[in-house]
Every structure is written in structure tokens, then in C-alpha cells.
């Protein structure tokens, strides 16, 4: 379903989910119950749930909200080769 912006006089604006068939023109605000018209603006279609959407708000997330670590990554082991022409490659 799409999202509608209603926006409220006193709480500014809040998105809702509507059926494009029975969007209202006035909904509830949910700061103060006072009635808020609906924007006119394109409804905006978001496929909540999907990978592209949890990526995008994970994304966003951590603009806000930086994932904490509690120890530093694991260091990774090099990888030795089996080849023998290798073993005359200088080492670093
Ligand atoms: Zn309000």
C-alpha cells in the first residue's frame, strides 16, 4: 500500500498507509487526534520488508545510530600457497 503525508497544524506532517481506493482526505493526527488534511502529493510505494528496503533503512540507520562493537575484527589468516614457484617470491 502506499503512504499518503497528512499534515498537522500544530505537529507538522506524518505519513500513512492507505488503500489508494479509500484514502481519506483527513485522518487523525497521531500527536494530538486533531484532524490533519492529507497532502497532495504521489503516494509513495514502498515494499517494506524487502532486502532493497532493509537495506536502505539499515543504511539510514547508521547516520543516526552507529553500530557498537565490542571488540575489534578478527584478523584474518594469509593464505599460504602450495605452489613452489612461490617460495622464491621475495617476502614483504
Ligand atoms: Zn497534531
Redo the contacts with the bound molecule.
Keep these: 500500500m502506499p503512504y499518503y503525508e497528512f499534515c ?5 506532517s ?1 505519513d500513512r498507509s492507505h488503500p489508494m481506493a479509500t484514502v481519506p482526505d483527513v485522518a487523525p ?6 484532524p ?1 488534511r492529507r497532502r497532495m502529493t504521489g503516494g509513495a510505494l514502498l515494499h517494506t520488508g524487502s532486502t532493497a528496503t532493509r537495506l536502505l533503512d539499515a543504511t539510514a540507520r547508521t547516520a543516526h545510530e552507529p553500530a557498537v562493537v565490542t571488540a575489534p575484527p578478527a584478523r584474518t589468516t594469509t593464505r599460504i600457497s602450495r605452489n613452489p614457484l612461490h617460495h622464491k617470491l621475495p617476502r614483504a
Design positions: 498537522c497544524r500544530s505537529c507538522g506524518f493526527c497521531p500527536g494530538c487526534a486533531l490533519a
